[in-house]
């Protein structure tokens, strides 16, 4: 089955303990991106890549890493997490270009104490 | 500052008649739009979307309708099925969406028996 996988699907770690959200996917994207979905305040993305070794910022980076050392794999990396990093996190692919519509997981809820 | 606004944070239909969803954008060089769906406890689907060289496109029950001059765009579906109770995001993005998808704060469709 054809399918974005992350994990954990729920997270709650204490201000400062670092941590990693993985994400996965099967479909042979190239295209892999980091949202975050807050009340109010909709989707907004986090960092994406356009392929193996190619990062870049998104809308709100701060607070966040990524490495894009595999095709299939795109991990969501919080150094020093912030109670203002609680949130609900969504990675997402796509083949190559956007247009072709994004495929998402399923999310993983973050509670940041 | 909020390039693509739903103005609507929800929306009641009932069962069978036409559901109706805006979203308005600010920015000009937004040239692909799309819609996406959330059921609670799942990531985004894709759903449908539409360039900005065209002014309507139709997937069985989901049509879209964009007005460039307006720099609006509707989603219609129809008819409505309490399957269709979910939260829909409106999504652009430009120049081949390689800095990914700005999307609006979602609409939460209702749709009553």
């Known amino acids: 089955e054809a399918q974005v996988t992350q994990n954990p699907r729920y997270l709650i770690t204490v201000t400062g303990k670092k941590l990693t959200v993985t994400c996965s996917q099967n479909?042979?994207?190239?295209?892999m991106s980091w949202y975050r979905q807050d009340p109010g305040l909709g989707l907004r993305q986090i960092y994406y890549?356009?392929?193996?070794?190619?990062?870049d910022k998104g809308d709100v980076p701060e607070g966040y890493k990524v490495s894009r050392k595999e095709k299939r794999n795109f991990p969501l990396i919080l150094e020093s997490p912030s109670p203002n990093q609680t949130s609900l996190y969504f990675c997402?692919?796509?083949?190559?270009?956007?247009?072709?519509?994004?495929?998402f997981g399923s999310g993983t809820r973050l509670t940041v104490v | 500052d909020q390039q693509v606004k739903q103005n609507s944070p929800s929306l009641s239909v009932q069962e069978g008649r036409i559901s109706i969803l805006n979203c308005d954008y600010t920015?000009?060089?937004?040239?692909?739009f799309l819609w996406y769906k959330k059921y609670p406890a799942e990531g985004p689907t894709f759903l449908i979307s539409?360039?900005?060289?065209?002014d309507k496109n139709e997937d069985g029950r989901f049509t879209v309708f964009l007005n460039k001059s307006a720099k609006h765009l509707s989603l219609h579906i129809v008819p409505s099925q309490p399957g269709d109770s979910a939260v829909y995001f409106c999504?652009?993005?430009?120049?081949?969406?390689?800095?990914?998808?700005?999307f609006g704060k979602g609409t939460h469709l209702i749709i009553q028996p």
């Open positions: 997402a692919s796509s083949f190559r270009a956007i247009n072709y519509g994004y495929t």
């Open positions: 479909m042979n994207h190239e295209y």
């Open positions: 890549s356009m392929n193996v070794e190619v990062t």
């Open positions: 920015n000009s060089m937004f040239d692909y």
């Open positions: 539409i360039s900005s060289i065209k």
């Open positions: 999504a652009a993005s430009e120049g081949g969406g390689a800095d990914g998808l700005t």
